[in-house]
């Protein structure tokens, strides 16, 4: 608790400086991970002399203490005997309960290195299903990266604008774009399997493109990896490109299946665990002269936009179509939970065309990948 006479904003902020140095000591920067909100599933940890500060859900207020700790694996187990994880996923259907065992949980050096050895003094990240998932902070929360920056549009759902550099955005401009051309045919309104059929949900052309189809593609494909810290094995294994001409558009859908629509279907791996979309990164290759945003109309905590799919207004929040840029959002909480808020629209282009590539990325070991692939 603050007292009153500290409660102004420098003293709030000088306040906040001292607890991440009285955590942190020399040994961690806490600063990139503790964000303005909690986020369940996420749990940073500052190791330092043997001991270690637990931060649950990223929260600055439920920090604990565990002492004598030796490597990954018991500061996990000393983590989960006082945080309650999502060790299951359940849904509620037809007087039922549709359940599926998660994912393992995964701890990280700050790096996006899994990690369960010997532990040095430092800042570790763990993630309840398992995957690193970039945590979003604030609004316009920026980290560069290797060769992108990412730079936070939404915190619910946890939604990025990538700019990446221009050695990447040549690689989409001149290689991604010109392969897909010759290829595009009608979009389909998905089902499983990439099954569907016309609609007025979605109007715009679509071609597939495999990762291995040339070496560029390859390293598009390593690129994604290596910014999302997730290993390939994770990746759907084609690249779909999107073509948009004038008033074409894609009405607001999720990403990911809910098991309740599909309660047939097998939502776990080769390894019985929790399968489903985690992440999509949208790779804009051509900006239209008008329109064309990714629109997100729940982001803040609102509603469906019912009836009204493809409004594109000044609910939730918007992505514009700009060259050298992406959307990177996340289908997944950090618990492996739906973010039901999730719901997105590719807002219909008014002038010009909008062509897009999406990469999808699965909570588990995508079927046809080798659970070894690593980036």
Known sequence: VIPAMMRSPLALLLCQSCLVLQASGSACALDDWLGDQPESGFHVVCVSDGRAQVYPSADRQKQFDIEEISDGKSLMKSVFSRVRRVSKISFAHEGTTLEYRNQKPGMFWPDGTNHFGPLADGTYLIFEAGLWRWPPIRVGFERTLESAKIITISCRPAVFQVVVDQ??????????????????????????????????????????????????????????SEMLRIPLKHFETNLQVVRYGPEQFYDSHRDYWDPREFPGHSWTDQNGRWHNRFATVLWYLQNPEKGGDTWFPRAGGGDPPWGDWAACDERGSKVPARNGTAVLFYSLLSTGELDEYSWHCGCPVHEGTKIAANSWVWSGVYPGRNRNDEP
Do not use: C, I
């Open 167 to 224: 050695a990447w955005h040549v690689t989409l401009r001149d290689h991604v774009l010109p392969s897909a051309t010759p290829l595009f045919h009608k979009s389909l309104a998905g089902d499983l399997g990439g099954e569907g059929g016309d609609s007025d949900v979605r109007t715009s052309e679509t071609a597939w493109l495999s990762y291995a189809r040339s070496p560029l593609l390859k390293k598009q494909e390593s690129l994604t």
